[in-house]
């Protein structure tokens, strides 16, 4: 029986910074030496930032990648750390630009993997995911066999697990860069576990954390046994060195060559089990096992960081947002006071003839209470010089009012530098229920993918989870409970033109995340009336959805990013199609 520590860097990186991303490497790197690892591991494309998306296709880029490797397997010897195997991934361009992992060792590379499949595609392919000649890499560490798999072929039956399997493979590594969505959990434990009983072996599956761009990585690193039983899982949203010993027997029946759709690869590093040397290696804390978060908990920790990493990676010093006094505004200003702090938060209540007294109450109120900087520019003279230029009645008149406060609220950006939030919701932002150039402007949408229900029931659970830690509930009630309004008429309230949100999300949920058509929509019992009318919004809303700001995904479907349908078409879902 052979002891074998492992440490798996869970790991929050950037796009790009090769110079930090490989400084973090060795920073850990050394830490899991210090420890007394066996291994060390790190998430999916680590050196180059995940996803890299179309850099993959500069030669450029790809060499820096490369350049990047190399630089890195002298500099873990210069740290002391080269006889400490560490897998890497990183962007090949030897033959192509390709995914690829590799093991560093001694100053060289031990063993590399190639994925064909590069992270910019948009629909993965099973049935064309391997091409011949597909290796498999296979080391022995410590008496050890491991094998190295690179995230999507967890989705893959018969795939290199099973090759591991039918190698006699002990361990298994399996590096990703997996984003969040909801309940993401329901499957990635249950895959990794099928992974692990399909091949006999102890799954190691780490996963970056952090943001980029609109996708969030939760981190979710665990180690699973062949039995499923889970040994080790990480806390989410969270950097962490998850470091374990592993009792493992070692023996297998091992096999190399052509092995179903892979040639098996196999390299001896030179490290032999010491029993000395384990015996004397730093005791480790207690293992930990993270449960996964509950859902409102969850999503707020995914859109804080989010957020969270936009404003930082790109370089914002503060942000600013329109505070109205309903409840997406007030939901977004929580949401950045928890991702950045309250003194970079910059709000503005403008209030129109329209706005009512509680609106500019409860903007005041939540201000206060969440302690971000706040002031009032009422729009009213702004408003009436336009139409005192131009005559505008109805729509027009009403979407002006938005439009001024859009051009405000960048003009103040401008002049200070603050990233502006856009405050729109998925509900919202589904049927087209924004102004262009009004509440959709800006340069980041922290709920653009959050359904209007989901809005009130974070924003309630924020509250809770306040006054559960003794502390001053964010959000003012009136501000959840009150009927939601645009406020650019007379008691103009949402409800005028759209249904219940209730009713709207499920309809939303179906026809979105699900992209289920009229005929099966009312199937499932929605109103036909309903449906027809809500379809028609949403697929006429197309358009404006292509010039909302990025946004932070938490769905199966986000807009921008997962679903985009042709602007210019007369195909419309009738119950005839």
């Known amino acids: 029986m052979v002891a074998f520590r492992i440490a798996l860097a869970q790991v929050n990186m950037c796009v790009g910074d090769l110079k930090g991303n490989t400084a973090r490497i060795r920073a850990i790197a050394r830490e899991s030496q210090r420890v007394g690892a066996d291994l060390v591991a790190f998430p999916e494309m680590m050196i180059t930032g995940y996803p890299p998306e179309d850099l993959v296709l500069r030669k450029s880029f790809a060499s820096a990648s490369q350049a990047a490797l190399e630089g890195l397997t002298t500099d873990l010897v210069a740290d002391g750390c080269g006889e400490l195997p560490t897998v ?56 050890v066999d491991v094998a190295i798999t690179i995230c999507e072929d967890l989705w893959v039956d018969g795939g290199p697990f099973a090759v591991a399997g039918e190698a006699g493979v002990d361990l298994i590594v399996c590096i990703n860069g997996s984003p969040y969505e909801r309940a993401k959990d329901d499957v990635r434990l249950p895959l990794v576990q099928r992974r692990a009983a399909e091949s006999g072996a102890v799954v190691a599956y780490v996963n970056t954390v952090g943001a980029q761009d609109e996708l969030v990585f939760d981190g979710d690193s665990m180690i699973v046994g062949p ?29 190399d060559g052509l092995i179903g759709p892979m040639t098996v690869t196999r390299a001896v590093l030179a490290v032999q089990a010491d029993e000395a040397a384990q015996q004397s290696r730093p005791e480790l804390p207690a293992v930990p096992h993270f449960e996964p978060m509950p859902d409102a908990a969850e999503v707020w920790g995914a859109l804080v960081l989010g957020l969270r990493d936009y404003v930082e990676k790109n ?32 709000c503005v209540s403008m209030p129109s003839r329209y706005s009512s007294e509680h609106s500019r109450d409860d903007a005041a109120e939540l201000a206060e ?46 002049e200070h530098g603050h990233l502006v ?24 949408a922290p709920i653009k993918d959050v359904p209007k229900t989901l809005v009130w029931k974070l924003a309630r659970w924020r509250n809770e989870s306040a006054r559960a830690h003794g502390k001053v509930e964010p959000i003012p009630e009136n501000s959840i409970t009150k009927p939601p309004s645009a406020e650019l008429r007379p008691g103009q309230r949402d409800s005028d033109s759209l249904p219940d949100y209730a009713v709207l999300d499920a309809i939303l ?9 009229h005929a099966e929509l009312v199937e499932r019992g929605h109103d036909p009336e309903t449906v027809a009318a809500i379809l028609q919004l949403v697929d006429r809303a197309e ?15 986000s807009f921008g990013r997962d679903r985009r349908l042709p602007i210019t078409s007369r195909w419309r879902e009738t119950p005839e199609s």
């Open 88 to 143: 890497v991934g990183y962007l090949a361009h030897d033959d192509g630009a390709r995914n690829a992992a590799a093991v560093l060792h001694r100053g060289g590379i031990a063993a590399r993997y190639y994925k064909h499949h590069l992270p910019n595609y948009g629909v993965f392919d099973e049935a064309r995911y391997f091409r011949a000649g597909t290796a498999l890499p296979v080391f022995t560490v410590a008496g």
């Open 227 to 255: 039995n499923g039983e889970v040994l080790a899982r990480a806390q989410q949203f969270e950097e962490r060195l998850l470091v374990v010993d592993i009792d493992l027997e070692p023996g297998n029946s091992r096999r």
């Open 315 to 346: 370089r914002f010093e503060s942000v600013i947002l329109g505070l109205s006094g309903g409840i997406d505004s007030a939901l977004v200003a929580t949401l950045a006071a928890d991702a950045i702090g309250a003194g970079r938060v910059h």
């Open 369 to 414: 209470r969440i302690g971000c900087r706040f002031e009032t520019v009422p729009i009213g003279a702004m408003v009436a010089a336009y139409l005192d230029a131009v005559k505008l009645t109805g729509l027009a008149e009403e979407n002006l009012q938005a439009r001024v406060r859009g051009a405000l609220l960048m003009g103040l950006s401008n």
């Open 421 to 444: 939030l856009a405050t729109g919701n998925k509900s919202e932002i589904s049927v087209g229920y924004s102004t262009l150039y009004g509440d959709s402007v800006g340069g980041f």
């Open 509 to 517: 949920a179906d026809y979105i995340d699900r992209d289920l058509g």
């Open 543 to 557: 358009y404006k959805r292509r010039q909302f700001a990025p946004g932070t995904k938490i769905s199966l479907k």
